[in-house]
């Protein structure tokens, strides 16, 4: 359809609609939950997940992390727990008649501030709207990306094989991830629902931690040989870069592989993206990628590469301690590889493969791993 | 000229290589030089600017920071001299071999790893192949994009009304930075050089500081009602963020403005793009625009407009006294603005704007402040 035709215009308008009239529903049912509860001359309440450490549970079936049956009560009956309600709501109205209403958005940081005028609803910190956002995610079963909520900052990129588009304020855009962008990258936008894959050539996704890295791959046309979809990390990943992993995978069914560096810390962000992170449990089954695979830096490439290394800290060793009581550390190859790691004492970089000249992480290593992993 | 054209190609890489010849002659003529002094029974050494903040001068022509007269030398009469220099070939080595002539780049991190197998001139921590590629730059007086060296990571964005072409090694990519991306905006790569501006319809460009305020630029439309190009500074600005607002002002003459928090550390941002950093003094007259003027928030905004604010800190106060005997802030107008913030104790960030509606930063402050500033 072209994408300039009415038709098609109102396709997008209609299903944008659709998705906000979704979130509308789920925002008033909320208030009308209380409206009922006044009627039949109770308290106001709301009952959710306790997001404490022990309703945590990994779940075999979906391999995720999600929040067990314990619930806890928020409820008017005490006067902070009559403020969390009253704000609850204020919250709802703000996205409802500002953000679904004219097609706004705002960040985290602005809506803390917006509270500034609403009395006794007002926030004292954005810990405490960052929390109530949360909450919200939680009670409607929405992500905060459909309030129009974002972030503070951003901007991964990814670079592959993959033609994609982008519906923006400004009307839909068409964009090749190699053909119709800068060295730079497409710019990954915070809500990741606006993107339909049109046509990808893609064998693989490659998620990278640095940005030397990312680069590198990018340079020595990694990318073109392997037809692999390059995505930048920037280390710890936001929920928008989890996210179109995810969606790469799970809708296009594309193999997905996490590529960090050799130590505890980055070990974390592979399970953070295959495994969803603690922080956002109630997430996981939108972001996390059970399916990704971790292709290294691995300890056993330290050994097996004479890598550059450095010394593994106090911290470090704590770090790789008690990954190895994680559950999600708990298969025999990651045993393996953290016990290695402590007995040898070191950690290396994704980078200290330039060691060994500029092509040897994409004309040796990366092959040789990808196909232990059985993807070429 | 059609850039699919045999002809235009060849003009492209006529140019690049007319760059890549150019710096290659400069890091092999200081290897002549070695030789020369070889030759007549000197020592080998080499002269450049002292890079003590003793040596740093405000140049009041250029407007910017620069370095002196003092010299310092670089003599291998010292087994640290000799080493010294023995790295400075083995790079300017790399740098001609490796990326001159392959057309390849590599990270600063990279270059830390390279040096692993150069034996005696192998680097022991990343901060010393830092400093030497900053001592080249100084004696070639070429900038590091030229040889190549890439941050480890860069991400800074651009939105508005300009068509620029982007030569990349997968060819020339023209892109239109409203019309042809998603919403997180144009990617400015690492090196702006290989950009070319080709068509624009901006009265202004505006240096944001946070992620928030571009997005709500973005959002409110500021750009295509005021044909603005706004750039995310991502903080601190990285030198090809920096770069790229001079070329748009020097080269397009279109009057750059900077909005940044109202606190000490967001004026040394402003300070960083107008005047030059002193830590990259060599480079001021590369990077620095000088007509770039600070539009807020000013500490007179904070009572003006009654924002949310927070208190200063001991080490906000101390910045503040700081800047109030730097050249850089030696104006009437600083003098008073600082003046004010330490009498008031308060400071302010952009996205308090957002406590007054969410077009009151586009609707009123911005109009107002830019017909201030003599722009509208």
Redesign the interface.
């Known amino acids: 359809m072209d994408r300039n035709s009415e038709e098609y215009k109102k396709k997008v308008a209609d299903k944008k609609l659709e998705n906000d009239e979704w979130t509308k529903r789920k925002l008033l049912g909320l208030a009308e939950t209380f409206y009922d509860q006044f009627d039949a001359g109770q308290v106001p309440h709301v009952l959710m997940p306790s997001r404490t450490k022990k309703n945590l549970a990994y779940s075999d079936e979906s391999e995720v992390w999600v929040y067990g049956d314990i619930e806890s009560e928020r409820t008017a009956k005490t006067v902070k727990g009559a403020h969390q309600l009253l704000r609850t709501v204020s919250v709802s109205d703000f996205v409802v008649s500002?953000h679904l209403k004219n097609n706004?958005?705002?960040?985290l940081?602005?809506?803390y501030?917006?509270s500034?005028?609403w009395g006794a609803a007002k926030f004292h910190a954005q810990a405490e709207s960052d929390r109530l956002i949360e909450d919200l995610e939680i009670i409607t079963g929405a992500q905060r990306e459909f309030f129009h909520v974002?972030?503070?900052?951003?901007?991964a990129?990814m670079y592959g094989p993959l033609l994609l588009r982008?519906e923006?304020?400004?009307g839909s855009?068409d964009?090749h991830c190699?053909?119709?962008?800068?060295?730079?990258?497409?710019?990954?936008?915070?809500n990741v629902e606006?993107i339909e894959f049109l046509h990808h050539d893609a064998t693989m996704i490659i998620a990278v931690e640095?940005?030397?890295m990312y680069?590198?791959l990018i340079?020595n046309g990694f990318d073109e040989k392997y037809n692999a979809i390059l995505v930048h990390l920037?280390g710890q990943p936001a929920r928008s870069t989890r996210r179109i992993i995810r969606r790469l995978n799970t809708e296009l069914g594309i193999p997905a592989v996490v590529f960090t560096d050799g130590d505890p810390w980055s070990y974390r962000i592979y399970s953070s993206i295959a495994y969803g992170a603690i922080k956002s449990a109630h997430l996981s089954e939108y972001m996390a990628t059970p399916e990704a695979k971790f292709i290294g830096v691995q300890p056993s490439d330290i050994v097996e590469y004479e890598l550059?290394t450095d010394k593994l800290s106090e911290q470090d060793i704590a770090a790789l301690r008690s990954e190895l009581s994680d559950p999600r550390f708990a298969s025999k190859y990651w045993k393996e590889q953290i016990n290695l790691q402590l007995e040898i004492g070191k950690k290396a970089?994704q980078?200290?493969?330039?060691?060994k000249g500029?092509d040897f992480v994409t004309d040796t290593y990366l092959p040789n791993r990808l196909k232990d992993l059985g993807i070429i």
């Not at 706004?104 to 960040?107: G, L, Q």
């Not at 190699?178 to 915070?190: H, L, M, R, T, V």
């Open positions: 500002e706004r958005s705002s960040t940081r602005e809506l501030y917006i500034e005028g974002r972030p503070e900052e951003d901007g990129t982008e923006t304020k400004r855009r964009i190699q053909k119709d962008i800068g060295e730079g990258g497409y710019q990954i936008p915070f606006n640095t940005g030397g680069a590198r340079e920037k550059a970089e980078q200290a493969f330039a060691g500029l």
